[in-house]
């Protein structure tokens, strides 16, 4: 029932909601903060959606607030290079979103102490407050007991990466959500035997999310992929620190993975990134089983409100226990992703009259009600209109009412560098009682593990981990796609050589760091 008590706080919250009104001809709305300001972003792109400056959105926030925002697109695959770059300048960008240099460098004194500045932050007070979020922010300070960042918050936990099964051809072949390791291998080699020209097992983002989801399947056991990026591979069982990419837990993944792979169950592109020819895959139903994102509108949300094409759906399902103990969603405790980080630079750059300015620009553009509207639904009188209350979209954007325009392509709805906060009863607005059903019973069940506060290293202790870390990834998850796909056998003699080379490669060391600095674990 707990989800029950977060949907009552969450109601609670929209009542409170306010909208901001009309304006006669040349009046400033009450957001209005600066007509000189200048602003800029350090805009780590959603994959599925390179930024596209035809959305709007720097219009709509100069005109909401009169600041001018100048977006700088990243890549995932060049965030940290980039970052790392533009650090090294002297003159970074004001702010980075989904930042993942900064612990890097935190002890450098590059990152600005958001909660300095709560007082000119009403919109991020009210959405915390909205869903309880102040627990997990303190649990979130750093050394100094300050907190340096400005996540979104979420009204409810999101399984971010999902299983899904071609609904139709599990009705058709008889086959029942698998809730074990075997079932799950037995539905995959059923599809198999009588869908063979069909790809197998497919994970969105290659080998990263696919080291992801798997881990936690495995028990929450960071072993490669985007999964060792937390804690560097450090995981903590039975009262002692272990580098889980060597865990026997890690080799009993690999090993069933490569037996997948040599039955033809795994889709023999699944190192790929070429992520738009994989949507085209999904859309034309051409996967039987996959892992992908939530936000995946070819996938999850059809599943949601479920019909693809004329022929076929797609159903969601948790993933399978394994022998290695409980299985974990792909998520975490959902009051925390994607952190903004405020530069130093930004600070001394402005002044601190100009920056208090910026502080309150970044809480409207993150938190504030008129800037979730945009994000959710576009723009008033063309995408949506308001109806007793409720935003009611047009009928050529409403997927229920046949619509055949995309407010993600058109407008950047839904893009999440801009999103911070969310509340529950919308984000399940539209999707199926049986979809909506599922993401309450992925808290209710227990299939979300909480979110983990992060480790604060010296600075001799992360420069430990910056020495051996990025090139101890690269090994693991070279080894990985070699043990999976067939190029190396998973044998004793071949086990042991490549835990002797992460040990050589700094696994050692940087478990010695969490042993010295974290002694009772993570």
């Known amino acids: 029932m707990k989800h029950l008590r977060y949907l009552s706080l969450l109601l609670a919250a929209l009542l409170l909601a306010t909208f901001t009104p009309a304006l006669g001809e040349g009046e400033k709305p009450d957001s209005w903060i600066s007509d000189d300001l200048t602003l800029t972003m350090f805009y780590h792109e959603d994959a599925r959606m390179p930024y596209n400056p035809d959305w709007g959105w720097v219009e709509f926030f100069k005109e909401h607030t009169g600041v001018t925002l100048e977006i700088i697109p990243v890549t995932t695959d060049d965030n940290i290079a980039k970052a790392n770059a533009f650090i090294a300048s002297g003159s970074p960008p004001d702010i980075f979103t989904f930042c993942q240099v900064f612990q890097t460098y935190y002890n450098d004194g590059i990152w600005v102490p958001i909660s300095d500045y709560w007082d000119y932050m009403p919109n991020f007070k009210r959405a915390a407050d909205s869903v309880n979020a102040w627990e997990t922010i303190d649990n979130f300070r750093m050394n100094d007991g300050k907190f340096y960042n400005m996540p979104e918050l979420r009204a409810f936990t999101v399984n971010n990466l999902q299983l899904f099964f071609r609904d139709d051809l599990m009705r058709k072949y008889g086959l029942e959500n698998p809730k074990t390791m075997d079932e799950f291998t037995e539905a995959l080699r059923t599809l198999h035997k009588n869908e063979p020209k069909m790809r197998g097992l497919h994970f969105v983002d290659g080998l990263q999310q696919l080291g992801n989801f798997v881990s936690r399947m495995f028990n929450d056991i960071p072993m490669f992929g985007n999964a060792v990026n937390t804690y560097h591979g450090m995981t903590y069982r039975d009262g002692a620190y272990v580098y889980g990419s060597t865990s026997d837990v890690a080799r009993g993944a690999l090993e069933w993975l490569s037996m997948l792979n040599k039955e033809g169950l795994l889709d023999g592109e699944n190192l790929s990134t070429a992520r738009q020819q994989m949507r085209t895959f999904m859309s034309n139903g051409e996967y039987y089983a996959q892992v992908c994102y939530y936000s995946d509108t070819d996938v999850a949300t059809v599943a949601a409100?479920?019909?693809?094409?004329?022929?076929?759906?797609?159903?969601?399902?948790?993933?399978?226990?394994?022998?290695?103990?409980?299985?974990?969603?792909?998520?975490?405790?959902?009051?925390?992703?994607?952190?903004?980080?405020?530069?130093?630079?930004?600070?001394?750059?402005?002044?601190?009259?100009?920056?208090?300015?910026?502080?309150?620009?970044?809480?409207?553009?993150?938190?504030?009600?008129?800037?979730?509207?945009?994000?959710?639904?576009?723009?008033?009188?063309?995408?949506?209109?308001?109806?007793?209350?409720?935003?009611?979209?047009?009928?050529?954007?409403?997927?229920?009412?046949?619509?055949?325009?995309?407010?993600?392509?058109?407008?950047?709805?839904?893009?999440?560098?801009?999103?911070?906060?969310?509340?529950?009863?919308?984000?399940?607005?539209?999707?199926?009682?049986?979809?909506?059903?599922?993401?309450?019973?992925?808290?209710?069940?227990?299939?979300?593990?909480?979110?983990?506060?992060?480790?604060?290293?010296?600075?001799?202790?992360?420069?430990?981990?910056?020495?051996?870390?990025?090139?101890?990834?690269?090994?693991?998850?070279?080894?990985?796609?070699?043990?999976?796909?067939g190029e190396l056998e998973v044998t004793d003699e071949t086990w042991a050589a490549y835990v002797k080379e992460c040990a050589t490669r700094g696994a050692t060391k940087i478990q010695a760091v969490y042993e010295r600095v974290q002694p009772d674990g993570i």
């Open 305 to 485: 409100t479920p019909v693809m094409g004329d022929s076929f759906a797609y159903r969601v399902c948790f993933p399978p226990e394994t022998p290695y103990g409980r299985a974990y969603s792909t998520g975490t405790d959902g009051k925390w992703q994607y952190n903004y980080n405020i530069t130093e630079y930004c600070r001394q750059r402005l002044g601190e009259e100009k920056f208090i300015q910026a502080i309150q620009f970044f809480d409207w553009m993150r938190y504030s009600e008129t800037a979730w509207n945009r994000y959710t639904y576009g723009i008033e009188g063309v995408t949506y209109d308001w109806v007793d209350g409720k935003a009611v979209l047009n009928p050529e954007y409403d997927k229920d009412q046949g619509g055949t325009r995309s407010l993600e392509a058109d407008y950047g709805c839904g893009v999440l560098p801009f999103r911070g906060y969310s509340i529950m009863e919308r984000e399940l607005q539209g999707y199926t009682p049986e979809y909506a059903q599922y993401q309450l019973d992925t808290v209710s069940l227990g299939y979300i593990e909480a979110q983990k506060p992060p480790v604060n290293f010296e600075i001799e202790d992360q420069d430990i981990i910056n020495q051996y870390f990025p090139s101890l990834k690269t090994y693991v998850d070279e080894m990985a796609a070699k043990f999976i796909y």
